[in-house]
């Protein structure tokens, strides 16, 4: 079907109920039904988002000389991100559009870094663990770059197979914080020491984590070192849109120094139009992206996000135990938001069909099959409801009777 701009305008009344009537046929995630995409804390914080976006929602974050307040906003956002994540003395970064806009600007910086800096010629490699994000495949792809994937061990990066696959020409070492198949944290000390022993840039793709587990290690669980306070990092991606609660798309690029970031920058200067400068990738910056960020952070402050972050893990500690209960096995040992799962008698594909028929849109993991739910706070209150779903589904998916399973309720 071929639709054309109409020769008239339509009132909006008319246009927003069209709007709504589209929307029937999306996945009820303000009702809790939804485990990816969307990062549900609440409608208040919702509301600040909206609100918060819609009051620069014009504003071009391209120019900071006319815009100063996007500008201050992005250095105190960028701040709150680094003081979380133990930045150091001179530490940088830069707001941008998401996870794959973050990743992509850290490998141009590491990328040039080893250019310029290293004197590096010819092909350039990255080596990373096979649980990395894809989005690392993407920025390689646009700037011709190798990956090098290596086996996990356990679900985890494993550190030898990937000083094995190190030479002269790698650019940068990866690892994640956590990796979204499974929601574990990479053994990032033992990456750093390769870092450090080999000369090498180590990423650490935090976008998941970035905004979840400094507060989860505030509310007591033994997090591992991951972020700056282990000496070999040198840059992290975090996404403010992920368990930062911000309005889409905004994510943060950090650097150690302000040193390493430079090498992210675009400054062009042969142009009639005059110098430009950008310190990302998009010229355009959404101001509402910015100031949606600004206005939810400082909404929730460290009490909101500990709050908002312990009814994440609570509500994966719950629904992990009510798996088990099931027959199905935990990947790992998640301590963040996100959970795979799987059922030795029960094929995973199956049993998420049969949820998705009570409207449940969550994710599938593939190496091995499994369930997968990335939780948001608002999980928490409807925990109950998905195990007994999922003893359903289960139950359907094995030909087992499960009547009364919709009064089972999991405390």
């Not at 990092?233 to 970031?261: E, I, P």
């Amino acid at each position: 079907m071929t639709s054309t701009l109409p020769n008239a305008g339509t009132d909006w009344p008319t246009l927003k109920a069209r709007m709504a009537d589209y929307a029937t046929g999306d996945v009820a995630w303000r009702d809790g039904k939804t485990a990816v995409y969307v990062f549900n804390a609440g409608p208040e914080v919702e509301q600040v988002q909206k609100e918060a976006y819609a009051l620069f929602m014009s504003e071009n974050g391209l120019g900071p000389a006319a815009f100063p307040s996007l500008k201050r906003m992005e250095d105190e956002v960028v701040s709150f991100g680094l003081s979380l994540l133990h930045g150091p003395e001179g530490a940088s970064g830069a707001i941008t559009s998401g996870g794959t806009d973050s990743i992509t600007m850290a490998m141009k910086a590491a990328r040039d870094y080893a250019r310029k800096e290293k004197g590096v010629t010819g092909p350039l490699n990255i080596v990373l663990p096979r649980s990395a994000h894809p989005a690392f495949d993407k920025a390689a792809s646009v700037m011709e770059i190798e990956v090098r994937r290596t086996p996990i061990i356990g679900f985890l990066a494993d550190p030898v197979a990937m000083a094995a696959a190190c030479d002269a020409s790698t650019m940068m070492i990866v690892g994640s914080a956590p990796s979204f198949p499974y929601g574990l944290i990479d053994p990032i000390e033992a990456l750093s020491d390769l870092a450090l022993a080999r000369g090498l840039w180590l990423h650490v793709d935090a976008c998941v984590g970035g905004y979840i587990a400094p507060f989860v290690r505030m509310n007591g669980e033994d997090i591992a070192p991951f972020d700056f306070e282990v000496p070999g990092v040198r840059s992290m991606s975090a996404d403010l849109h992920k368990y930062g609660y911000c309005a889409k798309g905004a994510s943060t690029v950090l650097f150690r120094d302000a040193a390493l970031q430079k090498f992210m920058i675009f400054d062009f200067r042969d142009w009639p139009g005059g110098r430009m400068i950008t310190p990302t990738l998009a010229g355009t910056r959404p101001g509402g992206a910015i100031s949606a960020a600004w206005a939810v952070m400082n909404f929730l402050g460290v009490a909101g996000y500990r709050e908002k972050q312990g009814q994440v893990t609570a509500a994966r500690a719950k629904i992990a135990a009510g798996a088990e209960a099931l027959g199905f096995k935990v990947l790992g040992q998640p301590k963040l938001g996100i959970l795979a799962f799987n059922h030795p008698e029960a094929d995973s594909v199956a049993v998420w069909s049969k949820l998705r028929e009570r409207g449940w849109f969550t994710s599938l993991a593939t190496e091995p099959k499994s369930l997968h739910l990335m939780l948001s706070p608002f999980h928490l209150q409807v925990a109950d409801t998905y195990l007994t779903d999922l003893a359903w589904a289960l139950g359907e998916v094995r030909g087992v009777a499960t009547q009364g399973a919709d009064e089972v309720r999991y405390s």
